[in-house]
C-alpha cells in the first residue's frame, strides 16, 4: 500500500518535471526565436499583438479559476482588467515635472491634482495597487455576495450590474480621468521611452514571465486538497458545508485572486497597446473573456491562454480582411463551441483526440490477444498486479 | 439540566414552514454510544429532522443541543466540524473527483481555507485513506473519476467519506434504498461495527433491514414522536399499526 502511494508520488514528481521543461521551452522560443522568425517573415508587427494576447491570457487564466474551477461565471472581469490598467495608466501620465498636470486635466480646467492621483506618484505603489486594489474590491464585494448564498445566474447578473456601476463612472469623469477618451499618449516609464521597441520588447518579455508565474500559480491553486475542493464547491456546493468546509471562504478568496489575475493583465495589456479608456471594462469586454475561456476549454489553464490567444489572433487577422465581419465571427464562433465542443478545445483533445489520432493511425486503443472489456477491467488488473512476483 | 451522558438533546422543536409545521414540539434525546433507527411513514418529518440538526434548517421555535451545546446560531459547516456527520438518501459523491479525492476532502482535519490551500495532504491521512479504500473496496478504481462506479461502489464511498470524517455523531438516511439484499446486509453490519465507536442515527423504511440494526426505535408521525422502544414494543404498538395501516383514527394527536 505504501510503496503504491510511494510510487504514486515519484511518478507526480517526474510528470511535474516534464511539464516544467515544457513550459521553459515555450518560453525560450517566445522570447529568442520568435521575434526573428515573425521578423523574417515579414510580420515583425505580430510580436506586439502577440504580447498584448499574451496579457489577456493572464486575465482568462483568473476567469478559467472562478469559472472553470470554482463554477462562478463573472461577468464583471473587465472591470479588475480596468482598474489594473488604470493604475498604471495613472503612473505614466505623471511622468512630468512636479507641479505640472495631466495633460487633459488642464482641457476640463481642473488646477490641483485630485487627491487619488497622487499615490500613483510612486512606482513601488502603482505596483502594489494594481495586484491590490482589484483583488480587495473583488474580496469585498465577493465576500457580501457569498454570504448571503448568492449564486448561479443571479452572481452573474450582479457582476454585470457593478460592471455598468464602473463603466459608467469611468466614462463621465473627463475632469478625473478623461472620461470616453481614457488615457493615452504615454511619455515614459522608469526612465525609458514606452514606445520604443526595445522599451516594448522588455513589456513583452515581462509579460511572459508574468504568464508563467500565473500559470504556476493557478497550477498550485487547482492541485491537491484546494483544487479538489474547488471542483466540489462547483459541483455540489451545500455538500461541501456538511463535510465541514466554508464554501463562502474558498469563493471569496478564488474571485480575489482571479481578480487580480485580470488587474495585472489590464496593467501589462495597457503598456503595450499605450492606452487604456473605459471600453475595456464595459460589459461586452467582459463577456468576451469568457468565450476565450469556452473556446480554449473550461477547468484546464491550458485551454485558457490558448482560447486568449487564439480568439483574439483570428479577431485582428479577421477584421484586417473584413473590418465589419468580426462581431458576428465572435457569435458563430461561441455557438460553435456551445454545440459541437461543450469542453472547448483542451477538453475535446482529453476526451476524444487521443482515440481520433489512434483511429487515424489505424491503431485500436489497446492491443488484446482476449476480451478487451476484460482486458481494461481495473478489478482484473489489480488481482493481476498482486499476482506479479514481487521483485 | 445539562446531561453530559446525552450526545443530542432535542426541545419543543418546532419547524413552520409558511404556516405548514414539518415538525411540531417534537421532543428527543438519546445517549452517547447509541444507534437509534427512526421510522414514519411518508411527510412524517424524518428528513426535516435532520436538516436541523445538521444546520440546513433553523428551529422556529425549541432548540437542539449536541454535547451540551444549542446549534441555533452555527451555520452547516461549523456544525459539521463540531462532529456531526451526514449521509444522504442519494450518495451525493462528487463525481468528477477520484474517490481518493473525494475521501481526502473529507479526511481533510483542519477545514479552514488557509490550512487546506498551504499544507499537503499529510502521510497520516494518506495512509487513512488508503485503509479506508481497501475497507470499502474501491483500490482498484481509486484513481479513475467516481462517476464510474456503480450505484453500490457509490454508496459505500459516501460512508467511507462519512467515516473519513471521524464525527461523533452519524445521521444515516435511507442507507439501503435501491441496494440488493446481500448490500443490504452488508451495509447493516457495517453500521452496527460502526456504533462500537460512533453515536449513530439511522432513517430507514425498510423493517427487515430496521430488525437488524435496531436496539432502539423512535416512531416519528406527523411531526412529532408517536412513540419509542423496541423494535417488538414499537411494531405491537396499536397506534402504530394505526398509523401506518391507515385506518380511521380519532384525532391523530402525537404522544409528546
Redesign the interface.
Known amino acids: 500500500m505504501t510503496d503504491d502511494v510511494g510510487s504514486k508520488h515519484r511518478q507526480g514528481d517526474r510528470k511535474r518535471l516534464m511539464e516544467a521543461a515544457v513550459v521553459l521551452a515555450i518560453v525560450l522560443f517566445l522570447i529568442f526565436v520568435m521575434p526573428s522568425l515573425l521578423t523574417a517573415v515579414g510580420q515583425s508587427f505580430r510580436l506586439k499583438l502577440l504580447g498584448r494576447f499574451l496579457a489577456l491570457a493572464i486575465a482568462a487564466l483568473g476567469i478559467d479559476l472562478i469559472w472553470g474551477y470554482t463554477g462562478l461565471l463573472s461577468l464583471g472581469h473587465g472591470i479588475f482588467f480596468g482598474l489594473g490598467g488604470y493604475a498604471i495608466g495613472m503612473h505614466l501620465k505623471l511622468q512630468i515635472p512636479p507641479g505640472e498636470l495631466p495633460d487633459f486635466m488642464g482641457l476640463y480646467g481642473v488646477t490641483t491634482l485630485p487627491w487619488f492621483w497622487r499615490p500613483f506618484y510612486s512606482f513601488p505603489f502603482t505596483l502594489v495597487a494594481i495586484v491590490l486594489i482589484p483583488s480587495l474590491l473583488a474580496g469585498f464585494v465577493g465576500y457580501l455576495v457569498f454570504r448571503s448564498r448568492i449564486k448561479g445566474v443571479y452572481f452573474s447578473i450582479l457582476t454585470q450590474a457593478v460592471t455598468i456601476i464602473f463603466f459608467n463612472f469611468f466614462n463621465g469623469q473627463q475632469r478625473l480621468v478623461n472620461g470616453t477618451n481614457g488615457l493615452i499618449d504615454f511619455k515614459t516609464l522608469l526612465g525609458a521611452t514606452v514606445s520604443d521597441p526595445k522599451t516594448q520588447f522588455g513589456f513583452y518579455c515581462c509579460t511572459i514571465i508574468v504568464l508563467v508565474a500565473a500559470y504556476a500559480l493557478c497550477r498550485w491553486l487547482t492541485s491537491d486538497r484546494f483544487g479538489a475542493l474547488l471542483i466540489a464547491i462547483r459541483d455540489d456546493e451545500s455538500r461541501t458545508r456538511f463535510l465541514g468546509y466554508d464554501p463562502a471562504e474558498a469563493k471569496t478568496l478564488v474571485f480575489a485572486v482571479s481578480a487580480a489575475l485580470a488587474g495585472i493583465a489590464g496593467a501589462l495589456y495597457t503598456l503595450q497597446s499605450e492606452s487604456i479608456s473605459p471600453r475595456s471594462m464595459d460589459v461586452a469586454s467582459s463577456i468576451e473573456m469568457v468565450i476565450w475561456v469556452a473556446v480554449g476549454g473550461r477547468a484546464t489553464l491550458v485551454g485558457a491562454i490558448l482560447g486568449a490567444v487564439l480568439v483574439n489572433f483570428a479577431r485582428s487577422l479577421l477584421s484586417e480582411q473584413f473590418p465589419e465581419i468580426w462581431l458576428f465571427f465572435q457569435g458563430a464562433l461561441f455557438l460553435l463551441v456551445v454545440l459541437v465542443l461543450p469542453n472547448g478545445i483542451i477538453g475535446w483533445c482529453r476526451t476524444n483526440g487521443h482515440e481520433l489520432v489512434l483511429k487515424l493511425l489505424k491503431r485500436s486503443p489497446i492491443a488484446t490477444a482476449t476480451y478487451p472489456s476484460l482486458e481494461q477491467d481495473l478489478d482484473v488488473q489489480q488481482e493481476r498486479r498482486k499476482l506479479e512476483p514481487k521483485e | 439540566m445539562i446531561n453530559p451522558d446525552r450526545i443530542l438533546e432535542i426541545e419543543n422543536l418546532t419547524i413552520n414552514f409558511d404556516g405548514f409545521k414539518a415538525l411540531r414540539n417534537l421532543n428527543f434525546h438519546m445517549e452517547t454510544g447509541e444507534l437509534r433507527v427512526i421510522i414514519g411513514p411518508n411527510g412524517a418529518g424524518k428528513t426535516t429532522f435532520l436538516d436541523v440538526i445538521?444546520g440546513?434548517v433553523k428551529p422556529t421555535e425549541g432548540q437542539v443541543r449536541f454535547k451540551g451545546r444549542n446549534l441555533r446560531a452555527l451555520?452547516?459547516?461549523q456544525i459539521?466540524?463540531l462532529g456531526i456527520?451526514?449521509k444522504?438518501q442519494t450518495p451525493?459523491i462528487?463525481?468528477?473527483?477520484t474517490p481518493r479525492?473525494n475521501l481526502?476532502?473529507?479526511c481533510?482535519r483542519d477545514?479552514?481555507?488557509l490550512p487546506?490551500?498551504i499544507q499537503?495532504?499529510p502521510v497520516a491521512e494518506?495512509?487513512t485513506v488508503?485503509?479506508l479504500l481497501?475497507t470499502i473496496g474501491l483500490?482498484?478504481?481509486a484513481?479513475?473519476a467516481a462517476a464510474l462506479l456503480s450505484h453500490g461502489e457509490k454508496q459505500r464511498l459516501e460512508i467511507g467519506?462519512l467515516v473519513a470524517?471521524s464525527p461523533d455523531l452519524l445521521l444515516v438516511d435511507e442507507p439501503v434504498a435501491g441496494l440488493t439484499d446481500e448490500e443490504t446486509y452488508l451495509t447493516g453490519e457495517l453500521l452496527t461495527s460502526l456504533a462500537e465507536s460512533h453515536s449513530i442515527i439511522v432513517i430507514e423504511h425498510d423493517m427487515e433491514f430496521v430488525r437488524q440494526i435496531a436496539r432502539q426505535v423512535t416512531v416519528l408521525h406527523e411531526g412529532s414522536v408517536l412513540c419509542e422502544g423496541t423494535i417488538d414494543e414499537v411494531q405491537s404498538n396499536p397506534r402504530v399499526i394505526e398509523v401506518y395501516l391507515g385506518q380511521p383514527q380519532e384525532e391523530p394527536h402525537a404522544a409528546a
Request: proline share 3%; glycine share 10%.
Open positions: 445538521t440546513k451555520s452547516e459547516h459539521a466540524r456527520g451526514r444522504f451525493r462528487y463525481l468528477k473527483l479525492q481526502e476532502l473529507s481533510n477545514k479552514g481555507i487546506t490551500l499537503k495532504t494518506r495512509r488508503g485503509g481497501e483500490v482498484p478504481k484513481d479513475i467519506m470524517q
